[in-house]
């Protein structure tokens, strides 16, 4: 049958189209380009520095791309790699380590009883939120609901995750979690030219990635492993249930399923940035 040719945008050497994705909401410049070539409605191709790339517009070709054992690995990010995203089920590559993890995930952690015991606490969550929100509307006139809506979704990340949520723990951790939380989305967020064209950030980092990763990494990774601590010194009066948190019940795990420090660090972090 031979190669089949893709159409798409021609990019420049080296950069490919890198340049025309910097300044807008990528998804958006891709849209728009495949609008404007008819031959681009089902597949079009183009390449991100050194990263060859086909996206579609068409929902059924969507499918099976995410459906299509070819494509069951993603590149992971320089910010993702730094932050140990590598060892946690969002970034980790297809295969036998990958596999546990899903199982551990659908077996132990986002089991539909697991889900149903942890109810209650977000139950308490919306209604704190709510109050607030409630408050701040009759004191000031208006609301910011971002900030709401992110303490809430820490708080049920908090008590699901460690079994404590943020009104249980000193003042001085909620800030520092805050503020690790908020480095971590800019950070994995942020346009990296050193994802598409890898020895560019030795001349070009507008952003400090690389500099910021390397401070944020140690400082996850001392406080995921202070609370693991925490439950290590409470385990040995503890059964696991249905209602525990996942801390308890990764620590718990034994055999075959059983996860090294790093990895339960990687997982954790990675659920915090969902």
Not at 43 to 52: H, Q, R, V
Not at 95 to 122: D, M, N, Q
Not at 151 to 173: K, P, W
Not at 242 to 262: I, T
């Amino acid at each position: 049958m031979g190669r089949i040719h893709i159409q798409g945008p021609k990019g420049l050497p080296i950069f490919g189209i890198l340049f025309a994705l910097n300044h807008d909401l990528p998804h958006r410049t891709l849209a728009s380009i495949a609008s404007t070539l008819s031959s681009t409605k089902q597949l079009m191709a183009f390449s991100l520095g050194s990263t060859p790339a086909v996206i579609t517009s068409n929902p059924s070709i969507a499918r099976e791309i995410l459906n299509s054992p070819h494509f069951s690995n993603r590149p992971i990010k320089q910010s993702a790699k730094s932050l140990m995203f590598s060892r946690a089920i969002g970034f980790a590559p297809n295969g036998t380590y990958w596999r546990s993890l899903r199982r551990v995930a659908s077996t132990h952690l986002f089991s539909p009883r697991r889900i149903i015991a942890h109810e209650a606490g977000r139950r308490l969550d919306c209604v704190i939120m709510l109050n607030t929100i409630a408050y701040e509307q009759s004191k000031h006139g208006f609301v910011c609901l971002r900030k709401h809506l992110q303490d809430a979704a820490l708080n049920n990340v908090m008590g699901t995750v460690f079994g404590s949520r943020l009104h249980n723990r000193e003042q001085c951790h909620i800030k520092e979690l805050h503020e690790m939380v908020k480095e971590g989305f800019e950070l994995l967020g942020a346009f990296n030219w050193s994802d598409y064209v890898s020895w560019i950030s030795f001349f070009y980092d507008p952003y400090h990635i690389r500099e910021r990763c390397l401070v944020l990494a140690p400082r996850v990774k001392k406080f995921v492993k202070m609370i693991l601590d925490e439950h290590r010194m409470a385990s040995s009066s503890k059964t696991i249930s249905d209602d525990s948190d996942f801390v308890d019940v990764l620590l718990s795990l034994e055999g075959d399923e059983k996860l090294q420090d790093d990895d339960i660090i990687a997982i954790l972090w990675l659920v915090y940035n969902r």
